[in-house]
């Protein structure tokens, strides 16, 4: 069974510009939720999507989007870009069934490393 | 509201001694509890977790935690480490059904020979 996959693994941006980040969960994973690992602040929470919806959102700035797809995947974006947003961008996909406790196993991909300069 | 203190930023230990990783935790709900370990540009594993049943949670490679609600504490414990524990501990909490987990700051756990 494939784990969670996230594209690129590593990519270099300037200031101002914007980046999209993707992660196709583990297949049969219904939700995925996005975390910023940086040095400083640790491992933050963004948001999390079910069915398509986000279902909770972290305390971030307007500047950081996502989405789902019908088929589980899910992109990130992050527009006008600042020297503080690089990090290693985390996806985790879990096995939530709609209105249901979940497991509570998130499984995570290795990452997406990004550098704003 | 919910968070973790990770109280160590880092521990070293020699090969084949025992490991103590602490953790302490706030939650305004019945919590659940984990440990994660992230090796070097990997994500994050599950270790084990703790969600209202037993105590005493064994996980993974020989590890195992405690969850101690007097204390709000859920401290990582091996009996005897290997060089390939060396990588950064993960103690989290959330509310049962929400992915909104609240990580702490981790622990760098250094094995030497």
């Known amino acids: 069974k494939a784990g969670v996959t996230q594209t690129p693994r590593y990519l270099i941006k300037t200031r101002g510009q914007q980046v999209t980040l993707s992660c196709s969960p583990i297949?049969?994973?219904?939700?995925v939720s996005w975390y910023q690992q940086t040095p400083g602040q640790g491992l933050q929470f963004l948001f999390e999507y079910f069915s398509e919806t986000q279902r909770n959102k972290g305390n971030f700035p307007g500047r950081f989007s996502g989405r789902q797809f019908s088929n589980s995947r899910s992109e990130m974006n992050v527009s006008t870009l600042e020297l503080g947003d690089s990090a290693l961008y985390l996806c985790?996909?879990?096995?939530?069934?709609?209105?249901?406790?979940?497991?509570?196993?998130?499984?995570f991909g290795e990452g997406s490393r990004l550098t704003v300069l | 509201a919910q968070s973790v203190t990770q109280l160590d930023s880092h521990v070293s230990v020699s090969e084949g001694t025992p490991v103590l990783l602490r953790c302490n935790y706030s939650?305004?709900?019945?919590?659940?509890l984990f440990w994660y370990v992230q090796h070097p540009n990997k994500g994050l594993q599950l270790l084990l977790k703790y969600t209202s049943a037993a105590t005493l949670v064994k996980g993974i490679n020989g590890f195992e935690a405690e969850f101690k609600k007097s204390e709000t504490s859920f401290h990582l414990t091996k009996p005897s480490a290997h060089m390939s524990d060396a990588a950064e501990y993960f103690c989290?909490?959330?509310?049962?059904?929400?992915?909104?987990?609240?990580f702490g700051a981790g622990t760098r756990l250094t094995v030497k020979p």
């Open positions: 939650s305004s709900y019945s919590p659940s």
């Open positions: 985790a996909s879990t096995r939530k069934t709609s209105g249901a406790a979940d497991t509570g196993e998130l499984f």
């Open positions: 989290v909490v959330s509310r049962l059904g929400n992915n909104d987990m609240r």
């Open positions: 297949s049969g994973h219904r939700s």
